[in-house]
């Protein structure tokens, strides 16, 4: 079945980490996102791939990387984590077309003591 | 640039009430419109879409209608259910190579 896959689902670590978390699809999307979704719901986008070694900055800054070395994944890392990186992270994917919907994962509830 | 504005919650209903949630957006030239769901623990779902002026989205019982005119968007379901507890998020693609604009979200609690 075609779906979209994060791992973990939740993590708590201490400072001073390195994280990754995945993010893996299997719809054949070229496009994939990162948002990080603050207390208050709102969603914002820190990373986008358009494809296989295409990676942006999305609007809201962040500390975090990401790579794209395989079409269906799509890893974001943290070299060193810090309490102000809690929060919960969302991975999507769509396909190229100019006004497709999105498809989300179940999300990474990341907690950083 | 584009922007999607939508009434801020919480809304809070009890069951079988009517639901109305706003959204309103600016966007340069035609875009696709969306309502997304995101239950709690949950990553956000595709509700229902439209993808040019006066098409009406339905799913699960709710509708919107693509309202060039007044820019709207507006979520509606004629009789909710506890089980329609959720944050709702209106969104809208124009084109652009990041894809979707979203509003901040409304929280709707349905009370037995």
């Known amino acids: 079945e075609a779906d979209i896959y994060q791992t973990p689902r939740y993590l708590v670590i201490g400072t001073g980490k390195k994280i990754t978390l995945e993010c893996s699809q299997t719809?054949?999307?070229?496009?994939m996102y990162w948002y990080q979704q603050d207390p208050g719901m709102e969603l914002h986008l820190i990373h986008y791939?358009?494809?296989?070694?295409?990676?942006e900055k999305g609007d809201l800054s962040s500390e975090s990387t990401v790579s794209r070395i395989r079409t269906e994944h799509f890893p974001l890392t943290l070299e060193s984590a810090r309490p102000s990186h809690t929060s919960q992270y969302l991975c999507a994917s769509s396909t190229s077309g100019r006004f497709n919907e999105q498809f989300f994962g179940p999300g990474t509830r990341l907690t950083v003591l | 640039g584009d922007s999607v504005t939508q009434m801020e919650g919480p809304v809070t209903l009890s069951e079988e009430a009517f639901l109305t949630i706003n959204c309103t957006y600016t966007a340069t030239g035609y875009p696709s419109l969306f309502w997304y769901v995101q239950y709690p623990g949950e990553g956000l779902q595709l509700l229902l879409k439209a993808t040019k002026a006066d098409d009406k989205g339905s799913n699960k019982g709710f509708e919107a209608t693509y309202r060039k005119e007044t820019t709207s968007f507006h979520l509606e379901k004629g009789s909710v259910q506890v089980s329609d507890s959720a944050v709702y998020f209106c969104a809208l693609s124009g084109g652009g190579a990041d894809g979707l604009t979203f509003g901040k979200g409304t929280h709707l609690i349905i009370q037995p």
């Open positions: 791939s358009y494809g296989v070694n295409s990676t």
């Open positions: 719809m054949g999307h070229d496009k």
